[in-house]
Structure formats: C-alpha cells, structure tokens
C-alpha cells in the first residue's frame, strides 16, 4: 500500500464525510482492509515505516485526556467496542487520514455542537445518537480535522466528562439489614418461650393449681384470762354461727317463725333479714347476712336440723365469762369476732388473739368436687393465743363489788369504786366499779357502766390528800412527828378564808394526830407554808399524781396538777388540803402504798403473767419503783394516822376494825368533768391494816348526789372490804394495841 502523503491539504481530512461504511471497513480482528492489503487495489505487503506509525496511531486511542499518550499506564477500562478506551472521547477516523477509514472500532460519545457564529441558537448537546446516525450526518465544514487544528486551536480544549450513570442500589446492605432483623425478631420470641418455660411457669403451674383448691379456716382460740389461783375469769368456747342467704329463702315468714325460738328473738325481729336485698355499692343481690353469732352447739343442731333453705349454720366461737359481771370493767370484753373491745381483752388483744391456721386440698369439677385422693394437701395449724393470769383475786373481787354495791344502793350514789393493793409488791387484788355490766352480754349495758371509775374518773382528793402534806414535811424536816401547831378556827388565802369542822380557839395547839384525827385545814394549810409550794409540787409527783399508774388498763386518767407557777393566792391555801388539782382513785391507792411499804412507791399492776400455748410461763417486766420519804417517817406518819380511826369523835371512827390496828384518812371532794367540777360530793377513806406491818392497802371512793353521805359509805366499805381481805389472806390480828394520842394542848 502505498503511503499516504502526510502533507495532504487538510480540505481533504475535513471534508471527507465518515459513514456507515467506514465502521463496515473494520475486521473483527480491529484491522481495516487497507491493513490486510485488500482494498483499493494495494499492495499486500505494508510498508515498515506504515505499520509504524499504524501502531503508533492505534496507542493513541488509549490516551485519556488531551491526545497525549500515557506511557507505563495500564489498560483503560473499555467501552462497549474493543479497543476503546471507557473515560474518553475517540476520536474520528476523519480527522486523520493516515489511518484510514477503518482504524477506529468504536462508537464516538455524543459531544457538544457549537452553533454557528451569528445564528443566535444556544449550544446543545447530541446525546444518545446511535453510531449510524453520526455516520451519516454530514461534517461542518468550518470545524478543522483532528490533528491539523488551526494556530488559534492548537490548545485542545478537554474533552467534557461523560455524565455519571445512575447510582445502582445496594442489595448486600439491604439483606444485611433484612438479616439483622429477622434475628432480632426471633431473638424476641425466643426470649420470651424462655421466660414462659422457666421463669413464668411456676406462676402459670401455681395459678392452675389456685383455682383447683378448696380452702378451709382452721379458727385459733381466743387465751383465757385466769385471776391469780387460775380460776377462769374468761375463756373461748365452740360455738356456731347462724346466717342467711336471702337469694335462696322461699318463705320468709315461716322461716323467721321457725327460727325465732332457737335464736331467742322475736320473728319480727329475724324476718327482715330474710328478705331479699341489693348492696348499696355495687347493686348486686345480698347473698349473706347474720342471724346469730356464737349459738350454743345443740341449739345450732336443732336449726341445722330444720334444713332450711338459704339457712347456713356453721363453726364459730364466743367468750364465755363465768362470773358474768366479776371485775367486766376490768376484764372488758370482745366484739363479734373476738377482737378485744375494753378493758384487758383490748390492751393485750395481740397477746390473747391467736392466729387462724388453713387446710388447703385440690377438688374436682363439678360432680366430682371433692378431695382428689393423693393430690394437693397442705395445712397450716392454727395457733391459739396465750393466756393471761391477773393479780386479781376472784373471791377478793367479788367482795369488793357485793360490798360496794350495797353501800351504794342506801344512799343512791352515782358511782363508786374499790382497790385493793398489795402493798409490797404493787398487785391489784380487787378493782371494784359500780355501776357495772354483764360481760356476757355487753350490748345491753348503758355506757356510763362500762368505765372502770378508778382508773377513769378524776376528783379533787380532799383531806386524803394531807398525808402527802405530812410526808413532805416530815421528810423535809419542817416537823417533827411530836410537833405541835397553833391554830385558830379559820385562816385566810388570798380572798379566801378556809375554816375547820372541828372548831378550835385561836391559839391552841394541834399535835399532829390530832391534825389527822380531825382533819384540821388550818393546820395543813401552815404546815405547806413552812413546806413551800416548789417542795409539795415535787413530793405531789413523787407519789405518782399526775400522770397514769401504767397499770394497764385502756383509757387510764392522767389526772392535774398545779404547778406552783400557775398558783393563785387561794391556792396556797386550797392545794394543801387536797382542791385545786385531779387524781384518779388509784393514784391515791398508790400513794397510800408507798406509805405502807416503808417509803416507796411501787407501781400497780394487773398482769402477773403470760402463759403461752404449750405452757410455757413469761413473767412481765419488773415493776417501776422508787423511794420517796424514809422508813421511819413512814412508819412516823402510819402511827399519826391510826388517830383517825381511834380517837373519840375522829372522822375515821366507822373504819375502825376489831383486832386490827388501821391506819388511814378520810376525805371529802368534787368530781372533776371536762375541766368543771360537778355537783355532789366524793366521800373517800384510804386505809392499810395491820398498821405496825402492814400488808394491804384498800381505798373506797363513793360519789353521791347529796352532801355528807361519801364519808358514811366510804369508811364502812373500807372495814368490811379490809376485814374480808386480811382474813381471806390469813393476816394475823394485831398483838399491840394503837397508843394513845393527845390532839391538842
């Protein structure tokens, strides 16, 4: 073939129009037919220095940018076409006439036309034209050939980037994500059968096994309360309960007459139970109702017997009070379902109340419910409650009631109350009120009877109250127990003048038995002057008044005293002789106990000890005790008050008993309500027997409409009370007569 002159006029590269055939002219090989020497006419054997530049021509189509050849580059990616670099625009095989028609084998990317200079229409690019469109379209003839561009184009422009293709998704990403939450799902769900299987099935096992059992109540016994020889003050006994389901009584009205008689009420009474009703919450039928609670067992059979619809007869327990009503203020008593309500049967509730065991067993359905042999058992045994052993003595005790009670009745008293104390070891022997109630049958009792009135009840003490004048000074030293006191019938405090029952002289000397014998309040009120009103305060405390005995019993008063800041004029002159202040009947008791026991007060008591279920026997905290005067000023002051009880026209004269020296004082008082004192009078004696060495001390506090009738009541209830209690004891009699006493000079 011969050589194409490379000097050829560049018209000729430009104007030759490239066309399908030129693309036909292409062997698969990539060689053009004037390659193989078979077109034109020419020469099979190529020229060297063609084949050359023919090699050199095919490099250049694998330039990336500016027509400059990258040595040492590896192969561009290809296009669609072999040969064909991927990021380039070929060039066209017009444009160098060197190689021919067929030394290109690929399809040229769109490009860019540039409109003409003058015709005004923006620049536009031809994209997506097929190969053969491009082939015939015919060369602008103002555009210069590849390779021979005009000295004004020699800098190529480069060529502009073909658009990116669109972005492809990201199927592994997808399915990643798709894994991740199938897996978590399934996590899920396999957490959760664990949960089921291991954590949640003993619940789901227990539930099942819930509502496949019966339950029955095993009742625990209430304890008893024993008085101080274990005799039986109160106790729990079987019994049974009677009730109704109003949704299944037919006949009203028969069934009340047939159930009247057993239930010891009226059929008036019974048969508006019966009748059908709806709950006031919910709207939702009655279906239960009591008729009776703790009926006796054959009573129950009987109704049992009647088989009765809708009657229901079952299982219970009632407190059986023997003594009905000995000591029920102290005892108190229990509500329906045996919880403690007053008295003792409140305060130790917990002690006393046992607790409910249960016998739980698997049943079937339907006609086979009844206890699956071999299934599901479990009991829980009930535990009774403990018992209470009381220092009360029964027989003491019932004295002292029938005794007060009848005091009571002669003169029409409103109230009265007893004690009996130990002297030596704080134990409550008896505890009297009146009036009183039968415990077995609390609800009929009026409210007024239900108070235990020596624990509850506050008075002015009155002349009781000078053996705590005497003791202070006594111990103070103001006095001595041979000292004397000048007197006149009267002496003023403050606007008020305070006269004695016994009138003396002006000027005549008191001893001190006389002092007592006669209750002088002029000697008393002088006595407290030299005292000091700090000092009584204090000893007034030391005695137990004004805060509660601690003896155990619900609603104990605390009682008031008068501190010497808030003192008044008359107080100086009305404290002493017992006015102006508030103390329980017991708290005087005590005050008088300390005097017997040589000086120290102990603390009263009711509870002596606790016996569990299986016997075992607790003894409660030892007793609150504390000193207050000496032993010889309480033996000193024990022998001034035996003046009471022997000296011709004492006041204490109707306490004296025959063969027994006593020691004690009488008083007269107000009773003290809401802060106002209350109309009629509170006659009291405190006393202790033998008095040499004494063991019991008994105070009577009695209150009565009238004037004058306390002190008549009180000292005859002391002697008689005192007589039972010393005799009842074994006490000895004493063996020394009481000295004589001067009172006055």
């Given at each position: 073939?011969?050589?194409?002159?490379?000097?050829?006029?560049?018209?000729?590269?430009?104007?030759?129009?490239?066309?399908?055939?030129?693309?036909?002219?292409?062997?698969?090989?990539?060689?053009?037919?004037?390659?193989?020497?078979?077109?034109?006419?020419?020469?099979?054997?190529?020229?060297?220095?063609?084949?050359?530049?023919?090699?050199?021509?095919?490099?250049?189509?694998?330039?990336?940018?500016?027509?400059?050849?990258?040595?040492?580059?590896?192969?561009?990616?290809?296009?669609?076409?072999?040969g064909a670099p991927a990021n380039r625009r070929p060039r066209r095989a017009q444009e160098d006439p060197?190689?021919?028609?067929?030394?290109?084998?690929?399809?040229?990317?769109?490009?860019?036309?540039?409109?003409?200079?003058?015709?005004?229409?923006?620049?536009?690019?031809?994209?997506?034209?097929?190969?053969?469109?491009?082939?015939?379209?015919?060369?602008?003839?103002?555009?210069?050939?590849?390779?021979?561009?005009?000295?004004?184009?020699?800098?190529?422009r480069p060529a502009a980037p073909p658009p990116d293709p669109p972005k492809m998704g990201e199927p592994?990403?997808?399915?990643?994500?798709?894994?991740?939450?199938?897996?978590?799902?399934?996590?899920?769900?396999?957490?959760?059968?664990?949960?089921?299987?291991?954590?949640?099935?003993?619940?789901?096992?227990?539930?099942?096994?819930?509502?496949?059992?019966?339950?029955?109540?095993?009742?625990?016994?209430?304890?008893?309360?024993?008085?101080?020889?274990?005799?039986?003050?109160?106790?729990?006994?079987?019994?049974?309960?009677?009730?109704?389901?109003?949704?299944?009584?037919?006949?009203?009205?028969?069934?009340?007459?047939?159930?009247?008689?057993?239930?010891?009420?009226?059929?008036?009474?019974?048969?508006?139970?019966?009748?059908?009703?709806?709950?006031?919450?919910?709207?939702?039928?009655?279906?239960?109702?009591?008729?009776?609670?703790?009926?006796?067992?054959?009573?129950?059979?009987?109704?049992?017997?009647?088989?009765?619809?809708?009657?229901?007869?079952?299982?219970?327990?009632?407190?059986?009070?023997?003594?009905?009503?000995?000591?029920?203020?102290?005892?108190?008593?229990?509500?329906?379902?045996?919880?403690?309500?007053?008295?003792?049967?409140?305060?130790?509730?917990?002690?006393?109340?046992?607790?409910?065991?249960?016998?739980?067993?698997?049943?079937?359905?339907?006609?086979?419910?009844?206890?699956?042999?071999?299934?599901?058992?479990?009991?829980?045994?009930?535990?009774?409650?403990?018992?209470?052993?009381?220092?009360?003595?029964?027989?003491?005790?019932?004295?002292?009631?029938?005794?007060?009670?009848?005091?009571?009745?002669?003169?029409?008293?409103?109230?009265?109350?007893?004690?009996?104390?130990?002297?030596?070891?704080?134990?409550?022997?008896?505890?009297?009120?009146?009036?009183?109630?039968?415990?077995?049958?609390?609800?009929?009792?009026?409210?007024?009877?239900?108070?235990?009135?020596?624990?509850?009840?506050?008075?002015?003490?009155?002349?009781?109250?000078?053996?705590?004048?005497?003791?202070?000074?006594?111990?103070?030293?103001?006095?001595?127990?041979?000292?004397?006191?000048?007197?006149?019938?009267?002496?003023?405090?403050?606007?008020?003048?305070?006269?004695?029952?016994?009138?003396?002289?002006?000027?005549?000397?008191?001893?001190?038995?006389?002092?007592?014998?006669?209750?002088?309040?002029?000697?008393?009120?002088?006595?407290?002057?030299?005292?000091?009103?700090?000092?009584?305060?204090?000893?007034?405390?030391?005695?137990?008044?004004?805060?509660?005995?601690?003896?155990?019993?619900?609603?104990?008063?605390?009682?008031?005293?008068?501190?010497?800041?808030?003192?008044?004029?008359?107080?100086?002159?009305?404290?002493?002789?017992?006015?102006?202040?508030?103390?329980?009947?017991?708290?005087?008791?005590?005050?008088?106990?300390?005097?017997?026991?040589?000086?120290?007060?102990?603390?009263?008591?009711?509870?002596?000890?606790?016996?569990?279920?299986?016997?075992?026997?607790?003894?409660?905290?030892?007793?609150?005790?504390?000193?207050?005067?000496?032993?010889?000023?309480?033996?000193?002051?024990?022998?001034?008050?035996?003046?009471?009880?022997?000296?011709?026209?004492?006041?204490?004269?109707?306490?004296?008993?025959?063969?027994?020296?006593?020691?004690?004082?009488?008083?007269?008082?107000?009773?003290?309500?809401?802060?106002?004192?209350?109309?009629?009078?509170?006659?009291?004696?405190?006393?202790?027997?033998?008095?040499?060495?004494?063991?019991?001390?008994?105070?009577?506090?009695?209150?009565?409409?009238?004037?004058?009738?306390?002190?008549?009541?009180?000292?005859?209830?002391?002697?008689?009370?005192?007589?039972?209690?010393?005799?009842?004891?074994?006490?000895?009699?004493?063996?020394?007569?009481?000295?004589?006493?001067?009172?006055?000079?």
């Open positions: 073939m011969a050589r194409r002159d490379t000097d050829e006029p560049e018209d000729r590269g430009r104007n030759r129009r490239s066309g399908i055939g030129d693309a036909r002219a292409f062997t698969p090989r990539g060689r053009t037919t004037r390659d193989g020497g078979t077109g034109d006419g020419a020469d099979a054997t190529a020229d060297p220095q063609a084949d050359a530049e023919l090699q050199r021509r095919r490099a250049e189509l694998r330039m990336v940018r500016g027509g400059r050849a990258e040595e040492g580059r590896p192969p561009q990616r290809l296009g669609r076409v072999t060197d190689l021919g028609d067929g030394d290109f084998d690929v399809e040229p990317p769109p490009r860019r036309r540039t409109a003409p200079a003058g015709r005004g229409r923006p620049d536009r690019e031809f994209i997506g034209r097929t190969q053969a469109a491009r082939a015939r379209e015919p060369r602008r003839a103002d555009r210069p050939a590849a390779g021979r561009s005009r000295p004004q184009d020699r800098r190529q592994r990403r997808r399915l990643r994500l798709a894994t991740a939450l199938a897996l978590l799902l399934f996590a899920a769900i396999g957490v959760r059968l664990v949960q089921f299987q291991l954590a949640d099935a003993p619940a789901f096992a227990a539930q099942g096994l819930e509502d496949r059992l019966d339950k029955i109540t095993l009742p625990a016994p209430r304890g008893s309360i024993f008085d101080s020889t274990g005799a039986v003050l109160a106790k729990s006994v079987e019994a049974r309960f009677v009730a109704v389901d109003p949704e299944l009584v037919e006949e009203p009205k028969a069934t009340a007459g047939l159930l009247a008689p057993l239930l010891g009420k009226a059929p008036s009474e019974i048969e508006p139970l019966l009748q059908k009703g709806k709950q006031e919450v919910s709207g939702k039928p009655v279906r239960f109702r009591w008729l009776l609670r703790g009926l006796n067992v054959d009573d129950a059979n009987m109704v049992r017997a009647l088989k009765l619809k809708g009657i229901i007869v079952d299982r219970d327990e009632r407190r059986d009070l023997p003594g009905h009503d000995l000591a029920a203020n102290l005892i108190g008593f229990t509500g329906t379902d045996l919880n403690g309500l007053a008295g003792v049967e409140a305060r130790y509730d917990q002690v006393l109340r046992g607790r409910n065991g249960q016998l739980r067993y698997e049943t079937g359905n339907g006609d086979l419910n009844k206890p699956i042999p071999g299934g599901f058992r479990q009991e829980i045994k009930a535990q009774p409650g403990s018992s209470l052993m009381l220092t009360i003595d029964r027989d003491v005790q019932f004295q002292a009631q029938h005794i007060l009670f009848e005091g009571m009745k002669k003169v029409k008293a409103v109230w009265g109350a007893a004690v009996v104390l130990d002297r030596s070891t704080g134990e409550v022997v008896a505890q009297a009120s009146y009036p009183t109630f039968d415990a077995a049958n609390h609800s009929a009792a009026k409210p007024e009877e239900l108070a235990d009135n020596a624990t509850s009840v506050v008075v002015d003490p009155g002349s009781v109250h000078k053996a705590i004048v005497l003791s202070a000074a006594l111990q103070e030293g103001v006095i001595e127990p041979d000292s004397t006191v000048k007197i006149g019938p009267s002496i003023k405090k403050g606007n008020q003048v305070y006269w004695d029952t016994h009138q003396f002289a002006e000027g005549t000397k008191i001893t001190l038995p006389g002092l007592m014998a006669f209750s002088s309040n002029v000697a008393t009120i002088k006595v407290a002057e030299k005292l000091g009103a700090e000092k009584l305060y204090e000893y007034q405390k030391l005695f137990g008044l004004g805060q509660p005995t601690g003896i155990g019993v619900p609603g104990e008063s605390s009682g008031q005293l008068q501190p010497p800041e808030n003192w008044s004029g008359t107080s100086y002159g009305s404290i002493p002789i017992g006015h102006e202040m508030a103390v329980t009947p017991l708290q005087m008791a005590a005050a008088y106990a300390a005097i017997a026991n040589d000086g120290v007060w102990v603390q009263p008591h009711l509870i002596k000890k606790t016996i569990a279920p299986d016997g075992k026997v607790t003894l409660p905290a030892p007793v609150k005790s504390h000193r207050v005067i000496s032993a010889e000023n309480a033996a000193a002051l024990r022998e001034i008050m035996e003046a009471v009880t022997t000296v011709d026209q004492a006041t204490g004269r109707s306490a004296a008993l025959p063969g027994y020296r006593i020691s004690g004082k009488t008083g007269t008082g107000s009773q003290v309500l809401n802060g106002k004192y209350v109309k009629g009078e509170v006659g009291s004696f405190i006393g202790m027997a033998p008095a040499e060495n004494p063991r019991y001390v008994v105070a009577v506090f009695v209150k009565t409409p009238g004037v004058g009738a306390g002190g008549k009541v009180a000292g005859p209830a002391f002697r008689d009370i005192m007589a039972f209690t010393l005799r009842h004891f074994k006490v000895l009699p004493s063996t020394i007569a009481s000295p004589k006493f001067v009172t006055t000079y």
